[in-house]
């Protein structure tokens, strides 16, 4: 009998089979899981928006970040909508909440940050937004539009954790420890020449004898106009084709647009004229901070490392009569607690880069520019053959 009872109760309680929704629906939530995991730690897809790497990296060029490179970070921010980064689609807002918030800690990974690595990170300074001009630099922003004060008052301003800000690609130019000097537009790295890559690109006035240049000569060349006025005119050039204008039979003269040294007209990192006369093609030399190693602070030098101590490690920073209270005790000196790295945009004269917000954290890091997976001009229609499925290393040479 008991026998019996328990074939009864097994053939009652048989499993039914799930309604079509429920299967679609644990197949999509299986799918958005898998999703969420792959881009977090292993692998995430970008989009070049600004042509501030070109001709390395190009508009429009879809590439995937290595997370597995440099080691994946655990989200500052975990409770977050699936495979969104900061804003809501369609509707706007933020995609996340910061009511759980947890501290940096980067799983190992294959290797470290290296020189001239194309490397996608956490913009910065993008700690504060302005809501309406959420492409334009907050402190940027401070400075031309009347002081913090006015900006607060005119616009929406949203404040962001690290994992949360807008995400950047430049070549790192300069590891933690390196001297980095630039005089007249070359980049001088612990005394030395740093690689000159062939793409890469500067402005140049030329001179010519009377004719200009034809559009295909231009595009062939891959060299862009920017500005023309009789037979002077204003060229973005990439190097490697900056003999083949020098040998035009049609021009005169050519020469490297540049600040003269100790112009502060763009007002260049750390935006301290008066203790810095840098600018984008004269600037430094300086050593980019490395954890565990202790700088003497000054009135001079504190615009040099004010982000670092009071924003990137989080101490409280006091300035009072030339004196500084970190942490509530005066101190005349500071130990850097993470590694710093100096990034640069290939496009070199079209770059907001280090030279104009700063060094940038390990904490930062998201990962390593891997390969262009899709890349076209325009429109999808007119894809650049040339470059699918290249790696960015096999593109920036």
């Not at 039914?16 to 899981?33: G, M, N, S, Y």
């Not at 995400?167 to 420890?177: F, L, S």
């Not at 793409?199 to 009377?210: A, D």
């Not at 490697?240 to 112009?263: G, M, T, Y």
Request: hydrophobic content about 35%; charged content about 25%; proline content about 5%.
């Amino acid at each position: 009998m008991q026998l019996a009872f328990w074939k009864k109760g097994k053939d009652n309680t048989a499993k039914k089979k799930k309604p079509v929704w429920r299967e679609w629906l644990d197949a999509a939530v299986f799918a958005i899981v898998a999703a969420t995991i792959i881009r977090t730690f292993f692998i995430e897809a970008y989009t070049i928006p600004t042509p501030s790497m070109e001709g390395s990296m190009l508009v429009n060029d879809f590439l995937f970040v290595s997370k597995t490179a440099y080691g994946p970070r655990i989200p500052n921010t975990p409770i977050a909508f699936p495979l969104v980064h900061n804003t809501m689609p369609i509707t706007g807002g933020k995609s996340y909440t910061e009511a759980v918030q947890w501290g940096y800690k980067r799983l190992p990974g294959f290797g470290k940050v290296e020189r001239n690595d194309v490397v996608v990170f956490n913009f910065p300074n993008g700690d504060t937004v302005v809501a309406e001009k959420a492409d334009r630099d907050y402190y940027e922003i401070c400075r031309n539009e009347g002081g913090r004060e006015a900006v607060h008052n005119m616009y929406t301003i949203i404040t962001r954790p690290v994992d949360k800000k807008e995400n950047y690609i430049k070549r790192c130019i300069g590891i933690p420890g390196d001297k980095i000097q630039i005089v007249d537009g070359i980049v001088y790295l612990n005394n030395q020449k740093g690689e000159i890559f062939p793409h890469s690109q500067l402005h140049y006035i030329v001179e010519t004898k009377g004719t200009g240049f034809s559009e295909e000569f231009l595009e062939e060349n891959k060299i862009q106009l920017l500005e023309a006025s009789g037979n002077m005119y204003r060229l973005n050039v990439p190097n490697d084709k900056l003999d083949i204008l020098r040998s035009s039979s049609n021009v005169a003269n050519i020469k490297l647009e540049q600040l003269p040294s100790k112009s502060t007209a763009d007002m260049a990192f750390p935006q301290d004229p008066a203790n810095f006369q840098w600018n984008r093609d004269n600037y430094g030399p300086f050593v980019v901070p490395k954890k565990g190693v202790t700088v003497k602070i000054t009135p001079q030098n504190i615009a040099m490392y004010r982000r670092i101590i009071a924003n990137y490690e989080g101490n409280t920073l006091v300035e009072q009569d030339g004196k500084f209270i970190i942490n509530g005790k005066e101190s005349n000196c500071y130990t850097f607690k993470m590694d710093y790295y100096w990034m640069m945009g290939d496009n070199r004269h079209d770059s907001a880069d280090s030279r104009y917000w700063g060094f940038v954290p390990e904490d930062h890091v998201v990962g390593k520019a891997s390969f262009v997976w899709l890349s076209f001009e325009g429109s999808l229609f007119n894809l650049r053959w040339s470059r699918l499925l290249r790696s960015v290393k096999a593109l920036s040479h």
